[in-house]
């Protein structure tokens, strides 16, 4: 499912149209980004948490050539599956 399909649906399920299904997703995910960005966590229960992590710095391998190559720290984006996700992708079919 892409972006789009995703609007369609939420529109569909909430009886709305596409806009509004557009404007309220766009501003979801805009909101879960600045709030991260700023170091904090989004923690929507049954779904799962957004938050930020450190990479630390490391060496690596230029995989054409095979020099070791310095790989700088960074931060990184994590999500953690809440228990009902989990439970929901892992339910057997009968």
């Known amino acids: ?3 789009t399909e995703l ?3 939420i529109a569909a399920d909430c009886d ?3 806009a509004s299904a557009q404007r309220a997703l766009d ?3 805009e909101n879960i980004v600045k709030t991260v960005t ?3 966590t989004v923690q929507l229960v049954g779904f799962g948490s957004f938050g930020s992590g450190k990479r630390a710095a490391r ?3 230029n995989p054409r050539t095979g020099e070791a190559i310095k790989i700088a720290a960074a ?3 994590k999500f953690s599956a809440g228990k009902a996700f989990k439970d929901a992708v ?3 079919k009968k």
């Open 7 to 9: 609007v369609d649906a």
């Open 16 to 18: 709305i149209s596409k």
């Open 59 to 61: 060496t690596g391998r």
């Open 27 to 29: 501003s979801l995910i």
């Open 90 to 92: 892992n339910k057997v």
């Open 1 to 3: 499912m892409n972006k």
């Open 75 to 77: 931060k990184t984006v």
């Open 38 to 40: 700023k170091g904090g």
